[in-house]
């Protein structure tokens, strides 16, 4: 598994075949890593990124604004609104991942849901369940949140060559989950 840290984040949301650029030591390693496991026979690397769905430690970005939310705790957000992707449900990348381990499929696949956002939007998107949450949202740009590494600021990825071989895979959407969410 890899991820969009991987490209410079200058022309995203990327297909398979976009010029590769780390920024970081995380998106070097994982190119390292990439580029390892592509030296085997049969290998198969996914690119996910934004990754968030039901997980036992709730800890994907999603899942712990929710939970927040459930629990009535005040919610102070310090978000970059410069930064964009392709959140995606872990359990859409488990299907899309067997489909392809199942038909024998190797080499690259960036796989990306439908939604293409910033951190805040992707936030606001989560409290509209949520009316009653109390919460400060303050959006920052990347340089004002002086993260410790570089990040890509349009990240996120375009599904086309999975789609090519899967025509009829729908990626769930954010709203979905939430809507599941809400429904529990």
């Known amino acids: 598994l890899s991820t969009d840290y991987i490209y410079d984040g200058a022309k995203g949301p990327y297909q398979e075949d976009a010029a590769i650029n ?22 198969l690397v996914i690119r996910i990124t934004n990754v968030y769905g039901d997980e036992e430690r709730g800890k994907n970005f999603i899942a ?31 299907k899309a991942m067997c489909l392809l381990l199942k038909d024998g499929h190797t080499g ?14 992707l936030a606001l998107r989560v409290l509209k369940y949520f009316p009653e949450a109390s919460y400060e949202l303050i959006p920052l740009s990347t340089k004002e949140l002086q993260q410790a590494a570089a990040r890509p600021l349009l990240g996120g990825f375009i599904s086309t ?7 009829e895979f729908l990626f769930s ?6 809507q599941k969410q809400i429904n529990l």
């Open 108 to 121: 690259v696949f960036n796989i990306g849901s439908t939604d293409y956002m910033n951190r805040v939007a």
């Open 64 to 94: 712990r604004i929710i939970q927040q939310c459930k629990d009535a705790q005040h919610l102070t957000l310090k978000l970059p609104i410069d930064q964009y992707a392709t959140p995606t449900n872990a359990m859409d990348i488990a």
């Open 173 to 178: 959407t954010v709203d979905d989950y939430l």
């Open 161 to 167: 060559k999975f789609h090519q071989l899967y025509p």
């Open 22 to 43: 780390p920024i970081s030591v995380y998106g070097k390693h994982k190119l390292l890593a990439e580029e390892s496991v592509l030296e085997l026979a049969n290998a």
